[in-house]
Nanobody, 117 residues
Framework: VQLQASGGGLVQPGGYLRLSCTAS????????MGWYRQAPGNQRELVAT???????VYADSVKGRFTGSRDNAKNTVYLQMNSLKPEDTAVYYC????????????WGQGTQVTVSS
């Protein structure tokens, strides 16, 4: 399984970005798709989990500002990030999780998001 993430960049506070993550196989084959982020010196943290029915669960720190979505035909999930803050600066990782007998996580390569004036 390969996950290709894109869309990161440098943006001013209050700006927006849209991240994309395309999987090499049908995203229906995964129980959840998700976005995580890791800032320097910090542990990787969950940002949003997108369930197969499209329901998205968000970290408290991004509720009301970030929106997760999926396009099943394109095997792609998105993270629309609005009202960005400097504390959103991190490397963002796409995750796909498959739960059969055991849980298996797949990761994209990460895309840098920098929020700075």
């Amino acid at each position: 399984v390969q996950l290709q993430a894109s869309g990161g960049g440098l943006v001013q506070p209050g700006g927006y970005l849209r991240l994309s993550c395309t999987a090499s196989e049908s995203i229906f084959s995964f129980n959840t798709m998700g976005w995580y982020r890791q800032a320097p010196g910090n542990q990787r943290e969950l940002v949003a989990t997108i369930i197969a029915d499209g329901t998205t669960v968000y970290a408290d720190s991004v509720k009301g500002r970030f929106t997760g979505s999926r396009d099943n035909a394109k095997n792609t999930v998105y993270l629309q990030m609005n009202s960005l803050k400097p504390e959103d600066t991190a490397v963002y990782y796409c995750n796909a999780r498959r739960i059969l007998v055991k849980k298996t996580d797949y990761w994209g390569q990460g895309t840098q998001v920098t929020v700075s004036s």
